[in-house]
């Protein structure tokens, strides 16, 4: 079964500075997609970045981008130029794209990231 | 215009209750799910369902029963609530593998 961890509960930023946020995942298969979802305050979940593992270009979303590597199956998330609107909770989410592909999204602990001004 | 919306935002209710969350998207996809945010705000999936046909169902009680009219709408029908059931509950949609797309999601307390 894939599973994903979230290593850091908690972490914070000063404004307009640079944050990584980890993520790891387990999964034996070779065909997925990875996510990171911000979920603020209000409670939306909003999606921030996506990747497919069979891409080794790693995908960047205007300030933010990520680190895959796939052979250490993991899946770092870079703010850059933080902004206040970026505090939030950020998860981590793997999603299969093999024979057995439901769609579903498996999701990591969750980060909670405070920008400070 | 929202894109997933889901009804109603809160829900505050006594044990034993029966309710309904509703749901319904306007981005025309093919897929759409239930996921639960406990109150540690882990994130885990309930149900999903493709054209309307059930394709997860991941091992929640038989007192949650999700129904999907049409494709457009998935709605979730909670029997006999019990304090264990208070939680976020997130209707999503997604066509294809480019990401979920989450409604505002609802928040349940259950007395």
Redesign the interface.
């Given at each position: 079964a894939q599973t994903v961890t979230q290593s850091q509960p908690e972490m914070s930023v000063q404004e307009a500075e640079t944050v990584t946020l980890s993520c790891t995942y387990d999964t034996s298969e070779n065909n997925y997609?990875l996510?990171w979802?911000k979920?603020p305050p209000?409670?939306?979940?909003?999606?921030v970045i996506?990747q497919e593992a069979y891409k080794q270009q790693n995908a960047t979303e205007n300030r933010f981008s990520v680190n895959f590597q796939k052979a250490a199956k993991s899946f770092s998330l870079k703010i850059s130029d933080s902004q206040l609107g970026d505090t939030a909770?950020y998860?981590c989410a793997f999603?299969n794209?093999g024979s057995s592909?439901?769609?579903?999204?498996?999701?990591g602990?969750?980060t909670t990231l405070q920008v400070k001004p | 215009d929202t894109a997933v919306s889901q009804t109603p935002k809160y829900l505050v209710t006594q044990m034993g209750n029966d309710k309904s969350i509703k749901c319904e998207q306007n981005l025309g996809h093919d897929t759409m799910y239930w996921y639960k945010q406990d109150s540690k705000k882990f994130l885990k999936i309930m149900f999903s369902y493709n054209n309307k046909e059930l394709i997860i169902n991941e091992t929640v009680p038989n007192r949650f029963s999700p129904k999907s009219p049409d494709k457009a709408h998935l709605n979730l029908h909670i029997n006999s609530l019990e304090l264990g059931d208070s939680a976020v509950y997130f209707c999503a949609s997604s066509q294809g593998l480019q990401g979920q797309f989450f409604g505002p999601g609802t928040r349940l307390t259950v007395l």
């Open positions: 997609y996510f979802y979920q209000s409670r939306q979940m909003i999606l996506r909770m998860f999603m794209h592909n439901t769609g579903k999204l498996i999701f602990q969750g | -």
